[in-house]
């Protein structure tokens, strides 16, 4: 059990497992998520929201991989269909 039970310290420290759905439970988090995760707290507390902004969104792409492979993304379909790709 953790220390602390704050949002912080399930974002860093993978927290307690999560059901998502019947007999589903979520692994721990990644070295990889758990480290953007802390260097995004770190950011946000220096105040470097262009950093943040940056570090979510490549957080958010990796667990969205990580978690749901096979899921089209939206973003890269349209940049398909008007050949920004």
């Known amino acids: 059990m953790l220390q602390s039970d704050t949002p912080s310290d399930h974002i860093l420290h993978g927290g307690p497992p999560e059901t998502v759905g019947v007999g589903q439970v979520l692994a721990q988090v ?3 998520e ?3 995760s802390e260097s995004i707290l770190r950011a946000a507390r220096a ?3 262009e950093v943040v902004q940056s570090l979510t969104a490549e957080l958010r792409a ?3 991989a990580r978690v749901a492979p096979d ?3 939206l973003e890269a379909e349209r940049a398909k269909r008007d050949g920004k790709r």
């Open 30 to 32: 990644p070295e990889d």
């Open 34 to 36: 758990r480290a953007l």
């Open 71 to 73: 899921v089209t993304s």
């Open 62 to 64: 990796r667990r969205l």
């Open 47 to 49: 105040e470097v929201w």
